[in-house]
């Protein structure tokens, strides 16, 4: 069975870091696009950044450029999230999804993903910035 397990998130206050994970299991991540989306209350699921199944490319939304950076180590069929100078806004259930088809342009392109274009999902990881 194909699953993701998002963790590491939590509260924070602004101006904060976290460092969000997307483990594997029952597959092998190496060959997926991995895409992180959130979703606060009340708004729609957005897409935050994606990366390469190498890890040579990656994108981002441009609420989050510059702040947060995506990596993987496919070697532990890992994925990471780290979220640098958190704001209240940044505030949401945060997802991870893998696929293997999905192209995830690099940062000379408009920055697009999909939710419905990613196969597998993780349940999902609080994370609050608040004071």
């Known amino acids: 069975q194909l699953q993701l397990a998002e963790s590491g998130g939590g509260l924070v206050q602004p101006g904060g870091s976290l460092r969000l994970s997307c483990a594997a299991s029952?597959?092998?991540?190496?060959?997926?696009?991995i895409g992180w989306f959130r979703q606060a209350p009340g708004k729609e699921r957005e897409g935050v950044s994606c990366i390469s199944p190498s890890g040579a490319v990656a994108n981002y939304a441009d609420s989050v450029k510059g702040r947060f950076t995506i990596s993987r180590d496919n070697a532990k069929n890992t994925v990471y999230l780290e979220m640098n100078s958190l704001k209240p806004e940044d505030t949401a259930v945060y997802y991870c999804?893998?696929?293997?088809?999905?192209?995830?342009?690099?940062?000379?392109?408009?920055?697009?993903?999909?939710?419905?274009?990613?196969?597998?999902w993780g349940q999902g990881t609080q994370v609050t910035v608040s004071s």
């Open positions: 999804a893998a696929d293997p088809y999905y192209y995830c342009a690099g940062p000379l392109y408009k920055f697009v993903l999909v939710a419905t274009d990613f196969a597998s």
């Open positions: 029952g597959f092998t991540l190496d060959r997926n696009t």
